[in-house]
């Protein structure tokens, strides 16, 4: 199924976000000064997305915990806007604009995060929503509100001037010049179960506005029933809450990505979350700590950074990338590594046993990519077989992550691998 949305991201979509280190509380500043490090650093091994995660509208954030029914900054067709004093830039009704072009100007792209509906505060006061004579109290959702997070009531998407209002926000977004935007309270099926006509209505949005957007979907886990929904309107979404750096995180994202596997392919990624690595937690209290560097050793580093690129979810950082020490920048510029996580195709599971697993996907020249994980408290040998891989031998192993030649192999590939390690091969 290739759909005109599906061309914005043909292969997953890799950047930086705000909220692993800033919570809602990210800066200008500290945007561009990321935005700055991806051009230099990042950019030519094609990470391109600089993202400012939620309540940008909020003058008073200063973490990620939410401050409850606090005044928002909002324009007066019921549209939330930059709060001036943490984004200068966007005073006198300039928006995202300055920063965007900015972001631009280094060669990147630059995304939003929002929040499904409508702001409270202009329900409360009944303000206006461009393009319909219909007003804010008409097309909200009262009784359609986020567990988590006060700034939003649902939209009603019977009502007059419902779409208008997502119309009139997404007009807004490409007078910025967005080009990413992180939908939030919209796909998980656990509480109130996921918005799928607010998603589609997102998605008439986009298209109305004109301007290419990536859409990406969040929390998770969506449920996997709305696959073919989720394909048909947006470019990315979560299989899972939010991912920390806690093992049991990753151990339970293997199975997750077995189950979307299927549904992974060209401008639709299910989306294993952000990579919280590097220098996180700045003026962030999720994850169960604050300010400190990644809590994943080393070995689970690269154990999440090989399932992500077989799998091909979304690459977002989450830490403060000017903190970056070598070894995190290593993990962000393997050229081998990434190529196969944008080229690869057709990613699944060959095996698990034991928390033992092995994966596999098909490079565009005929090459092979496995991947052996040891999920285990313990070392363990894990291997598979050229006949478990539909291959027959002997074929010549390059080890991505070591950039090296191992030799060839005629009937098994096997490693010896410490408590939550992994290798990544190549096979011609």
Request: with cysteine; charged share 25%; proline share 6%.
């Amino acid at each position: 199924m290739q759909l005109q949305h599906h061309k914005y991201a043909l292969t997953p979509p890799m950047g930086w976000n705000s909220w692993d280190c800033y919570g809602a509380s990210v800066r200008e500043d500290e945007v561009r000064g990321n935005a700055e490090y991806m051009a230099k650093h990042l950019k030519p091994y094609g990470w391109e997305y600089v993202v400012v995660d939620i309540q940008w509208y909020e003058p008073g954030a200063v973490s990620s915990r939410y401050r409850p029914f606090v005044p928002l900054e909002m324009d007066e067709y019921s549209r939330l806007i930059p709060a001036a004093n943490r984004f200068p830039s966007a005073a006198g009704g300039k928006g995202f604009k300055p920063l965007a072009d900015y972001v631009h100007s280094l060669g990147l792209k630059f995304g939003i995060h929002i929040m499904r509906g409508i702001p409270r505060q202009a329900v409360h006061a009944n303000t206006k929503i461009k393009g319909t004579n219909a007003r804010a109290r008409d097309i909200a959702h009262t009784n359609s509100i986020c567990p988590w997070n006060t700034d939003m009531y649902g939209v009603d998407p019977n009502k007059e001037g419902a779409q208008e209002y997502y119309n009139s926000l997404f007009e807004l977004y490409a007078e910025w010049g967005v080009d990413y935007v992180k939908v939030d309270d919209i796909a998980a099926s656990r509480l109130y179960g996921i918005h799928a006509e607010e998603i589609a209505m997102i998605r008439r949005a986009i298209d109305h506005c004109g301007r290419p957007m990536v859409l990406s979907l969040s929390p998770g886990p969506a449920p996997l029933e709305y696959a073919d929904h989720l394909i048909r309107n947006a470019n990315m979404w979560r299989m899972t809450d939010d991912f920390w750096d806690i093992w049991q995180l990753l151990y339970e994202m293997f199975e997750r990505a077995e189950r979307w596997a299927p549904y992974v392919g060209p401008g639709h990624w299910p989306d294993c979350d952000m990579l919280p690595l590097g220098h996180i937690g700045i003026r962030s209290v999720d994850g169960g700590a604050s300010d400190r560097w990644t809590r994943f050793t080393k070995d689970e580093q690269v154990t999440m950074m090989t399932l992500w690129s077989i799998f091909r979810s979304p690459l977002m950082f989450g830490g403060e990338l000017r903190d970056n020490d070598e070894w995190t920048l290593s993990l962000l510029t393997n050229e081998e590594v990434l190529a196969a996580h944008r080229h690869g195709s057709h990613p699944r599971m060959v095996y698990r046993e034991d928390d033992r697993t092995v994966w596999t996907s098909d490079g565009p020249n005929g090459e092979r990519y496995v991947a052996l994980f040891n999920l285990r408290d313990e070392a363990s040998e894990v291997s598979v077989t050229l006949e478990q891989l539909g291959l027959s031998g002997p074929v010549q192993i390059r080890d991505l992550w070591q950039r090296a030649d191992l030799g060839s192999a005629d009937r098994v590939i096997s490693a010896e691998l410490r408590p939550h390690a992994s290798v990544f091969y190549r096979l011609t």
